[in-house]
């Protein structure tokens, strides 16, 4: 069993020795070799939580003095994965079977999260999914609450407790919904901006707008959330988009004053550059052309767009160089069927290849980590082994189990074109196993061995 410490000290000056791989910028619109920074045999220097020096052993070493050196050779270290679209209330309805969105919402989603309302019950909740997120190298998430501020308060504590950079917000659901999870427009506004100002920016959290989605807010709702973001500008919105195509009409027939699905948001206020759209995989050309132009950003969640049997994202689309659209993944648990961002690049990968499509083992390691971090608006200290940023990062075995032992038998590679296959590997095989160790601000929050 691995071990997740809840409360890590932040500050001195460490270093790890080990291959350092990170995205320094997009391998979707420039040449792979210059978008991956590649260092064999490395040392990363951290130094009060934040990234310090990066170079190769050699060169870094006589610089060190007497900073300790945590030796992670024959391992791949790599910034933390950043998780763009999560519930942690529906930690519990993983594996719920047999419906599609709006079915699904109805029967498992709602009654699960009215427990909620019960702070303990959502204290409880939040450690196990947190821990859980270490488990898997998770170090960022942007993370849906429930209705209830409660839930809100529950997540932030146990983030805060463990120096997480976490950006969550309470649900807003004023219509189509059960009573005992529904809010009004004007107390979600009430709540909404009662928890910004208690949690958004202190320490390290960050706070979401959160509309469930378009089908579950009355247009006056959606337009205070809108008044939200105009009276905290530097707070983001997170909602639901174009999921599946009875969901599409289903939001057509609520709204019909309005051009689709995302002009709904759109025409009330909150499309936006901070702004963050779960799914997609409905979109037009059109719809993806105005995220484009407004700076806003797609959380792809391949496990849950299989699972719900909504569709396949039109990946290739979004990273149009015409009019690109910011990308990160998301695992979407509950209706995700793992926390893993590993499975989840294996199955972005599946996607794109039944559109036709090729997903490399770095431009899935960029929308996993760099991607993810730019979707957020967070790539100034988040994604990449820049000094300066934050120093959360991932310890990966690329032998940690027989099946991968086998396949990368000669070890860490000196080249980058080998160094593609053995992520690659990770890319598909790897999961929650091929995690050694989570860093969080330079100190270890979660390592696979017993103690």
């Not at 071990?3 to 000056?13: M, V």
């Not at 590993?342 to 390691?365: C, D, I, M, P, W």
């Amino acid at each position: 069993m691995g071990q997740t410490s809840a409360t890590p000290a932040i500050g001195g000056t460490v270093a790890l020795r080990g291959a350092l791989l990170d995205c320094v910028d997009d391998p979707f619109y420039v040449p792979e070799a210059q978008a991956v920074r590649y260092i064999p045999d490395g040392l990363l220097v951290v130094q009060n939580g934040q990234i310090a020096a990066l170079g190769s052993y050699e060169e870094v070493l006589p610089t060190l003095g007497d900073i300790p050196i945590r030796d992670c050779t024959g391992k791949l270290i790599i910034p933390g994965f950043i998780d763009t679209h999560i519930h942690y209330p529906q930690t519990g309805i993983m594996a719920a079977y047999g419906e599609q969105l709006l079915e699904w919402l109805s029967r498992y989603t709602f009654p699960t999260e009215r427990k909620f309302a019960d702070a303990d019950y959502a204290r409880s909740v939040a450690e196990l999914f947190l821990d859980e997120l270490l488990k898997n190298g998770t170090t960022t998430a942007l993370v849906f609450a429930a209705v209830f501020p409660e839930s809100v308060d529950a997540f932030f504590e146990a983030a805060e407790a463990r120096h997480l950079r976490m950006i969550s917000g309470k649900v807003m659901m004023d219509r189509n919904a059960p009573d005992y999870l529904s809010d009004t427009a004007q107390s979600s506004y009430d709540d909404s901006k009662a928890l910004i100002e208690k949690w958004h920016g202190r320490g390290r959290l960050l706070y979401a707008v959160t509309p469930r989605f378009a089908g579950t807010s009355s247009e006056a709702q959606l337009k205070l959330a809108a008044r939200l973001l105009d009276e905290f500008p530097d707070v983001y919105l997170h909602t639901h988009l174009s999921e599946n195509v009875s969901e599409v009409a289903w939001i057509q027939g609520l709204f019909p004053q309005y051009q689709g699905y995302l002009d709904v948001y759109d025409q009330t206020g909150l499309v936006r550059a901070r702004s963050l759209f779960a799914h997609g995989v409905q979109l037009t050309d059109a719809e993806f052309q105005r995220l484009s132009e407004a700076k806003a950003a797609i959380s792809f969640c391949p496990t849950s767009n299989l699972f719900l049997g909504s569709g396949l994202f039109r990946l290739e689309q979004a990273k149009n160089p015409k009019h690109p659209v910011k990308v990160g993944l998301g695992t979407d648990v509950g209706a995700g069927t793992s926390f893993s961002m590993l499975q989840t690049t294996n199955e972005a990968y599946k996607v794109a290849q039944l559109r036709g499509q090729k997903l490399s083992a770095f431009k899935a390691l960029f929308l996993a980590t760099l991607g993810g971090a730019r979707a957020l608006c967070l790539e100034d200290k988040l994604g990449s082994f820049d000094p300066g940023k934050e120093a959360d990062f991932v310890v990966l075995d690329p032998q940690a189990t027989p099946l991968l032992a086998l396949r990368n038998q000669s070890g860490i590679p000196e080249t980058l074109e080998a160094m593609a296959d053995l992520l690659f590997s990770l890319v598909i095989m790897g999961g929650d196993r091929a995690v050694t160790a989570t860093y969080i601000m330079g100190e270890l929050a979660y390592s696979s061995e017993s103690p």
